[in-house]
């Protein structure tokens, strides 16, 4: 029954983490721009769902499209802002920008919400089933991220703006001679990549505590899904969400938690020795 619980446990945090990382890859495949912000604005949206709901007392479903709502139009101001003036230049430049960005949004959140761990406050129960206990809140919050993944999938491939993603990210030059507008739909790429960390932080927000130094963490579990899945892939996402939650389950079962994050970069290197473009990548654009 260990066993299936931690498979049960390590399926619902996939999808939590297909949804903390198809904006980053989206962002890195579409613009080449490693986002090293994308972190911190996952947390950026855990902390202000916690104070929508506990300190302006609003419903939990009235507030999370409202955060998801302005991360979105801050993300989609700093790339129209600050990171389209560098877009050209070598990838160096870019990372160390968003970089400089995620210190200074880390820095924010310490003054205006401290280092105190924070969490929300539920209590749904839990389903039982075959010696499995699964709380009723890891669903809801996985079923969310879920939602908005397919949600991302359906828009990349079924609508205009999205198919006019699709083709910058597999040539930007010819997509610039067929009339689309290159700087608008950068500007665009990197505000859905932070709607989509801010998703995930309203989810992250209703199962963990939530404390201001987990954008570390955050990044890295994005770092490692872009290798397993393919980068720029939704599928690859959910595949590679999917795969390091299971791995870190089970790693957890067999040698323990301080094992899990290793486990998922044990992982991460035989997939770039085995399969470059990923697991569900396509090599060239994906």
């Known amino acids: 029954m260990a066993l299936g619980q931690y498979l049960v446990n390590g399926l619902l945090?996939?999808?939590?983490?297909?949804?903390?990382?198809?904006?980053?890859?989206?962002?890195?495949?579409?613009?080449?721009?490693?986002?090293?912000?994308?972190?911190?604005?996952?947390?950026?949206?855990?902390?202000?769902?916690?104070?929508?709901?506990?300190?302006?007392?609003?419903?939990?479903?009235?507030?999370?499209?409202?955060?998801?709502?302005?991360?979105?139009?801050?993300?989609?101001?700093?790339?129209?802002?600050?990171?389209?003036?560098?877009?050209?230049?070598?990838?160096?430049?870019?990372?160390?920008?968003?970089?400089?960005?995620?210190?200074?949004?880390?820095?924010?959140?310490?003054?205006?919400?401290?280092?105190?761990?924070?969490?929300?406050?539920?209590?749904?129960?839990?389903?039982?089933?075959?010696?499995?206990?699964?709380?009723?809140?890891?669903?809801?919050?996985?079923?969310?991220?879920?939602?908005?993944?397919?949600?991302?999938?359906?828009?990349?491939?079924?609508?205009?703006?999205?198919?006019?993603i699709v083709a910058v990210r597999m040539d930007r030059h010819a997509s610039a001679l067929m009339g689309i507008r290159i700087p608008q739909i950068y500007a665009l790429t990197f505000g859905i990549g932070a709607f989509m960390a801010a998703a995930a932080g309203c989810a992250v927000a209703l199962i963990y505590p939530v404390t201001p130094m987990m954008s570390g963490l955050f990044l890295g579990k994005a770092f490692v899904i872009c290798v397993l899945g393919g980068l720029g892939s939704v599928p690859g996402a959910i595949v590679g969400g999917m795969v390091l939650g299971l791995v870190e389950g089970v790693g957890t079962l067999v040698l323990g938690p301080q094992w899990a994050t290793s486990m998922g970069f044990l992982l991460m290197m035989a997939v770039i020795i085995l399969f470059p473009a990923g697991l569900a990548g396509k090599k060239g654009y994906e």
């Open 13 to 164: 945090q996939g999808g939590l983490y297909a949804c903390i990382a198809v904006g980053f890859s989206l962002v890195w495949g579409v613009l080449n721009v490693v986002n090293m912000l994308h972190g911190a604005m996952v947390v950026l949206g855990a902390y202000f769902t916690l104070y929508g709901v506990q300190q302006l007392g609003l419903p939990l479903f009235a507030v999370m499209p409202v955060v998801c709502a302005i991360i979105f139009a801050a993300g989609y101001g700093i790339q129209r802002g600050l990171i389209n003036r560098v877009i050209a230049q070598p990838i160096l430049i870019t990372l160390t920008l968003t970089f400089g960005l995620e210190l200074i949004v880390n820095n924010l959140i310490l003054h205006f919400f401290t280092a105190t761990p924070r969490s929300l406050i539920t209590d749904f129960g839990a389903f039982e089933f075959l010696g499995v206990r699964v709380p009723v809140v890891r669903i809801g919050g996985m079923l969310v991220a879920g939602m908005l993944t397919l949600l991302l999938y359906w828009l990349l491939y079924h609508s205009r703006v999205g198919r006019a």
